[in-house]
Nanobody, 121 residues
Framework: QVQLVESGGGLVQAGGSLRLSCAASGRIFSINAMGWYRQAPGKQRELVAIFTSGGSTNFADSVKGRFTISRDNAKNTVYLQMNSLKPEDTAVYYC???????????????WGQGTQVTVSS
């Protein structure tokens, strides 16, 4: 069984910064993709930033230039550094990973429990 555990959310004023962490644990053979989505009240869940299976990164247009994503492969952890935060960044942020738990089996999708980010104006 694989678990994703997030940390780092909270309340911050506009213009401030937060850093989210997501650690994957359990039976992991390979991590094909890992990153972050978010969901604001009344809106659909949307991609924020992600490492793709090819190792490249994708960002939502709304966060380009403000958010960066990094990872520590030895710790199976991905980080989201969020700078110049805006009230419209307020959402629950979910860690996402596409993980192969054993060799020769298909990869599965996993989600963290979510962490609240609130940006006050």
């Amino acid at each position: 069984q694989v678990q994703l555990v997030e940390s780092g959310g909270g309340l911050v004023q506009a213009g401030g910064s937060l850093r989210l962490s997501c650690a994957a644990s359990g039976r992991i053979f390979s991590i094909n993709a890992m990153g972050w989505y978010r969901q604001a009240p009344g809106k659909q869940r949307e991609l924020v930033a992600i490492f793709t299976s090819g190792g490249s990164t994708n960002f939502a247009d709304s966060v380009k230039g403000r958010f960066t994503i990094s990872r520590d492969n030895a710790k199976n952890t991905v980080y989201l550094q969020m700078n110049s935060l805006k009230p419209e960044d307020t959402a629950v942020y979910y860690c996402y990973a596409n993980i192969q738990s054993r060799q020769l089996v298909r990869a599965d999708l996993y989600w963290g429990q979510g962490t609240q980010v609130t940006v006050s104006s």
